[in-house]
């Protein structure tokens, strides 16, 4: 089978319509359907049918996809051969970060990078979901993720997920709040705070709807703001109560906040890597992910867990 046709299909996969996998290739979304076309001939099956406007994936097209994986990576392998005889990960990598997770690891990691000469990476900050992942690896050689530490694991099957670290979520408070002085804080006193939160779908909004069921506390939220910086401001000048991540929170003096863990309730999120199958094969990308891990384990004395198996 033609590998030109093999990525428009995988393209197609990833990325959900034709339109999306011809800009993906640079090419037009008539050369995308023609390469999908001459690969269904070639195939001798079916393996896209109408949905709506659109295409999607039959049975025989999402069991080729798999196999197209294993051939795509089976070439990446190869070619990442070539590159071990120069002894050092070289390249550019593109990595797509979420912002509190840039704040941070990006400086430690770049610096490190920096020790490797011809190993360049480019850094776009991505306000993501869990749901978004899938669609970024697919633009990204390396992207950093995180989710609810209650929400089902990235799916294995056709990505690599290294994890890094399991980050807490604590109360942010006002030095001042009647909590302040408490080591811990009990979710029941935190009844009838005013909460800042972040957009739906996003892991820490995912915690505080988890606290909701587990508890039967249901947080006011008053506020929804994704830039951890911002509601820091606002929770330090008493406009409410936040979920922050312990490790990129700033709690130092001046800052005119406290955190504090909650009581009897675990509350966090995960961050991870993920990348297309096979993508770890290349020494530059191993590099990076290396680096984010080598990052974590001084940041926070947590060694990251050795990488995820992709599905056989």
């Known amino acids: 089978m033609d590998i030109g046709r093999l990525r428009a ?38 393996l896209t049918e109408p949905s709506g406007r659109g295409l999607r994936l039959t049975d025989a097209g999402q069991a ?17 051969e070539l590159d071990t ?8 990598v593109r990595l797509a970060i979420f912002q509190s997770a840039g704040l941070m690891l990006l400086p430690g990691l770049l610096r490190r990078i920096a020790g490797f000469d011809g190993l360049e990476v480019t850094v776009r900050d991505v306000d ?3 749901a978004d992942v899938p669609g970024l690896v697919a633009d990204y050689d390396v992207v950093v993720a995180h989710r609810d530490e209650h929400a089902p694991p990235f799916d294995t099957g056709r990505l690599e997920v290294r994890h890094l670290l399991r980050e807490p ?33 996003f892991p820490v909004d995912d915690v505080l709807r988890s606290l909701t069921v587990r508890t039967g506390v249901r947080p006011k939220v008053v506020q929804r703001i994704n830039d951890f910086r911002i509601t820091e401001r606002l929770v330090a000048a008493g406009h409410g109560i936040a979920l922050l991540p312990r490790y990129t929170m700033d709690t130092r003096r001046g800052s005119g906040l406290v955190c504090r863990p909650l009581a009897g309730i675990r509350a966090a999120r995960h ?14 990308v191993a590099a990076v992910i290396g680096a984010l891990a080598d990052e974590v384990a001084e940041l926070t004395g947590q060694a990251a867990e050795p990488p995820a198996r992709s599905a056989p």
């Not at 005889?85 to 550019?92: D, Q």
């Not at 909590?179 to 939160?197: G, P, Y």
């Not at 961050?271 to 530059?284: H, K």
């Open 9 to 46: 299909l995988r393209e197609f996969a990833d990325r959900g319509s034709v339109t999306a996998a011809a800009k993906a290739l640079h090419c037009t979304p008539s050369a995308v359907s023609q390469q999908l076309r001459a690969l269904q001939e070639e195939a001798g099956l079916a």
């Open 64 to 80: 080729l996809v798999a196999r197209v994986d294993e051939v795509l990576s089976a070439l990446a392998r190869a070619e990442s």
């Open 85 to 92: 005889y120069r002894n050092v990960p070289r390249g550019r």
């Open 128 to 130: 993501m979901t869990p």
């Open 169 to 201: 979520l604590d109360v942010a408070l006002p030095e001042g709040h009647r909590l302040a002085r408490e080591a811990k804080v009990d979710v029941a006193a935190l009844a009838d705070e005013r909460w800042i939160s972040v957009d739906f779908g």
């Open 271 to 284: 961050i991870e890597v993920a990348a297309r199958a096979g993508a770890s094969a290349r020494p530059a």
